[in-house]
Nanobody, 123 residues
Framework: VQLQAYGGGLVQAGGSLRLSCAASGRTFSTYAMGWFHQAPGKERGFVAAINWSGGSTYYADSAKGRFTISRDNAKNTVILQMNSLKPEDTAVYYC?????????????????WGQGTQVTVSS
């Protein structure tokens, strides 16, 4: 599976961004998908995950109520809708695919990674 994340950019605090992750391969629908972020000098952190069917999702506490993860298996795409953005959300955002059937939250549980897209939130 090859992944490509896009949709990042510069937005003011309180604004919204929609990140997309396009996947190649016919087995996309069998993978759980996740989004992670990494700010300069910090470890890569979990943001949100969705299981293979899209019927189950899980969010980091910092993302609950503001971010929504979804997927379209027919289009091999996973979306992260980010609302009410805060300056502390500033980071490079990565999408990842896992062979596990649930929604893994550890980076080590993911098998494939996209190249990342920069999100910058100004105050």
């Amino acid at each position: 599976v090859q992944l490509q994340a896009y949709g990042g950019g510069l937005v003011q605090a309180g604004g919204s961004l929609r990140l997309s992750c396009a996947a190649s391969g016919r087995t996309f629908s069998t993978y759980a998908m996740g989004w992670f972020h990494q700010a300069p000098g910090k470890e890569r952190g979990f943001v949100a995950a969705i299981n293979w069917s899209g019927g189950s999702t899980y969010y980091a506490d910092s993302a609950k109520g503001r971010f929504t993860i979804s997927r379209d298996n027919a289009k091999n795409t996973v979306i992260l809708q980010m609302n009410s953005l805060k300056p502390e959300d500033t980071a490079v955002y990565y999408c990842a695919a896992s062979r596990l059937s649930h929604w893994p939250i550890g980076a080590h549980e993911y098998d494939y990674w996209g190249q990342g897209t920069q999100v910058t939130v100004s105050s």
